[in-house]
């Protein structure tokens, strides 16, 4: 239901009961719109100046010829979607970092408890991070993430920086230890991050990402020197402010080659937190790796594929937990047994990943190639599509309904192998599958 717009309403002047000075402005202005338009609901003519930005979504909803609005609601649908991924399929080659070490920092202050967004900011905070951190592994199974709660003035180490997806999850399951209190420190916490990923080699990508939901920060000292040793470290920080943009926010963002955004509502604030799960292409013109390797070199590291241990093997003990159990991973190298891959073996240091892991983070350094929308057909296409063989619409929509991106005879071709897909397939290769059908 489209709000009623005010001009809809009969206002008879004579009739306010109480004016406060605010109303009677409000009242005046009102008035002379009225009476410039008479009832006429006229778009341009007296409207306040936001309705000329507000786009009105129900006004670009058509209804199709048997009068239902199915097919427009798919539309939209639709083209959400797409624009969600068009930003994300390049074609230019990017360089990625695919091995990523990621601090999560959560404010924890007491701002967390605002109700603006629902049912609180802690709890969709809660609620968005167990999500993000699944799918973070998922699209980066050989990253490694620790979280850092923000409050009472400190940084506090809740999760350390790990491999397991299950270990971070823990870290967001209990709310009762996360219970918010006091003011946030980004210095504090920063540093706190900032040490943890000291050791870290060269060949992986460290990265913070902070979710802020307070307008202040209580620091112990200059919030620019430790913006200024994070740039030094190559620590790419990333913000996701729930209240206001603060400049020392933005700034730092933009130092250190990070991203910085302002949640306006719920679907706002998932949009820019997921948008932080592939990962960041390396923008700068000598990176770290090529200017340590030299020019055209890569740098090698070492890998190891270790080998799995059944259920019925004899249990032994792991050389993490130093626990009792049968099944485990053992290292190529030292021969000890470890829980869980992708980790570095804690005897020998070696990185330790499955072949899977390895082939998953693959396909962000040779994604497959983003569709084209097809916009006139010569007659020669085919009439279905290439993955799921579900014809295609013969008739094409009103060129009315059609946006950049969009192809009005719903058909996206690969620009290698030049088949046709549709829209949902067209999702699905490119969110799910990563690799082009048609060009197999
Ligand atoms: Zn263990
Ligand atoms: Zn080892
Ligand atoms: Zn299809
Ligand atoms: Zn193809």
């Given at each position: 239901m489209?709000?009623?717009?005010?001009?809809?309403f009969?206002?008879?002047?004579?009739?306010?009961?109480e004016?406060?000075?605010?109303d009677?402005d409000?009242?005046a202005?009102?008035t002379?719109?009225?009476?410039?338009?008479?009832?006429?609901?006229g778009?341009?003519l007296?409207?306040y100046?936001?309705e000329?930005?507000?786009?009105?979504?129900?006004d670009?909803?058509?209804?199709?010829e048997?009068?239902s609005?199915?097919?427009?609601?798919?539309?939209?649908?639709?083209r959400?979607?797409?624009?969600?991924?068009?930003?994300?399929?390049?074609d230019?080659?990017?360089r990625?970092?695919i091995?990523?070490?990621?601090m999560f920092?959560?404010?924890?202050s007491?701002?967390?408890?605002?109700?603006?967004m629902r049912?609180?900011?802690?709890d969709?905070t809660?609620?968005?991070?167990r999500?993000?951190?699944?799918?973070?592994?998922?699209?980066?199974p050989?990253?490694?993430?620790?979280v850092?709660?923000?409050?009472?003035?400190?940084?506090?180490?809740?999760?350390?920086?790990s491999g397991?997806?299950?270990?971070?999850?823990?870290?967001?399951?209990?709310k009762?230890l996360?219970?918010?209190a006091?003011?946030?420190?980004?210095?504090?916490?920063i540093?706190?991050?900032?040490?943890?990923?000291?050791?870290?080699p060269?060949?992986s990508s460290?990265?913070?990402?902070i979710i802020?939901?307070?307008?202040t920060?209580?620091?112990?000292?200059?919030?620019?020197?430790t913006?200024d040793?994070c740039?030094?470290?190559?620590?790419?920080?990333?913000?996701?402010?729930?209240?206001?943009?603060?400049k020392v926010?933005?700034?730092?963002c933009?130092?250190?080659?990070?991203?910085?955004?302002?949640?306006?509502?719920?679907?706002h604030?998932?949009?820019?937190?997921?948008?932080?799960?592939?990962?960041?292409?390396?923008k700068s013109?000598?990176?770290?790796?090529?200017?340590?390797?030299?020019?055209?070199q890569s740098?090698?590291?070492?890998?190891?594929?270790?080998?799995?241990?059944?259920?019925t093997?004899?249990?032994s003990?792991c050389?993490?937990?130093?626990?009792l159990r049968s099944?485990g991973?053992?290292?190529?190298?030292?021969?000890s047994?470890?829980?869980?891959?992708?980790t570095?073996?804690d005897?020998?240091?070696?990185?330790i990943v499955?072949?899977?892991?390895?082939?998953?983070?693959?396909?962000?350094?040779f994604?497959?190639?983003?569709y084209?929308?097809?916009?006139?057909?010569?007659?020669?296409?085919?009439?279905?599509?290439?993955?799921c063989?579900?014809?295609?619409?013969?008739t094409?929509?009103?060129?009315?309904?059609?946006?950049e991106?969009?192809s009005?005879?719903?058909?996206?071709?690969?620009?290698?192998?030049?088949?046709d897909?549709?829209?949902?397939?067209?999702?699905?290769?490119?969110?799910?599958?990563?690799?082009?059908?048609?060009?197999?």
């Amino acid at each position: 239901m489209p709000p009623r717009r005010d001009a809809d309403f009969n206002i008879s002047d004579d009739s306010e009961p109480e004016d406060d000075e605010l109303d009677e402005d409000y009242n005046a202005s009102r008035t002379i719109r009225t009476k410039g338009k008479g009832k006429g609901k006229g778009k341009e003519l007296g409207a306040y100046a936001w309705e000329a930005s507000y786009k009105r979504s129900w006004d670009t909803v058509q209804e199709d010829e048997a009068g239902s609005l199915q097919a427009a609601v798919q539309d939209l649908v639709a083209r959400s979607k797409r624009r969600r991924c068009a930003c994300s399929w390049g074609d230019a080659p990017i360089r990625r970092t695919i091995i990523r070490h990621m601090m999560f920092l959560v404010d924890l202050s007491t701002a967390m408890m605002d109700r603006d967004m629902r049912p609180s900011r802690f709890d969709l905070t809660l609620s968005y991070a167990r999500e993000f951190v699944s799918e973070w592994f998922d699209q980066n199974p050989l990253g490694q993430m620790g979280v850092v709660g923000m409050r009472n003035g400190v940084g506090e180490r809740i999760g350390d920086m790990s491999g397991n997806p299950q270990d971070v999850l823990k870290c967001f399951l209990d709310k009762t230890l996360l219970e918010p209190a006091g003011e946030p420190s980004l210095q504090n916490s920063i540093e706190m991050a900032r040490a943890s990923m000291n050791h870290l080699p060269t060949h992986s990508s460290r990265e913070i990402l902070i979710i802020f939901g307070s307008l202040t920060t209580v620091d112990p000292g200059n919030l620019l020197d430790t913006v200024d040793a994070c740039v030094r470290d190559q620590i790419r920080i990333s913000i996701v402010a729930l209240s206001a943009e603060m400049k020392v926010c933005r700034d730092m963002c933009e130092r250190t080659g990070g991203v910085f955004g302002v949640a306006l509502n719920e679907g706002h604030y998932k949009d820019l937190l997921f948008e932080l799960v592939p990962p960041p292409a390396d923008k700068s013109p000598v990176s770290r790796l090529a200017a340590q390797a030299g020019e055209g070199q890569s740098e090698l590291m070492q890998m190891g594929f270790p080998t799995r241990l059944p259920a019925t093997a004899p249990p032994s003990l792991c050389v993490c937990h130093s626990r009792l159990r049968s099944e485990g991973y053992i290292c190529p190298r030292c021969n000890s047994k470890v829980c869980d891959v992708p980790t570095d073996c804690d005897i020998c240091g070696l990185m330790i990943v499955s072949s899977p892991h390895l082939a998953r983070s693959y396909h962000h350094l040779f994604p497959a190639p983003a569709y084209k929308a097809v916009l006139e057909l010569d007659g020669k296409e085919a009439s279905a599509c290439h993955a799921c063989s579900l014809p295609f619409p013969t008739t094409a929509r009103a060129p009315l309904q059609t946006e950049e991106g969009m192809s009005p005879h719903g058909r996206y071709r690969c620009p290698k192998c030049k088949h046709d897909f549709d829209a949902e397939c067209d999702l699905f290769v490119h969110d799910v599958l990563h690799v082009c059908p048609g060009c197999g």
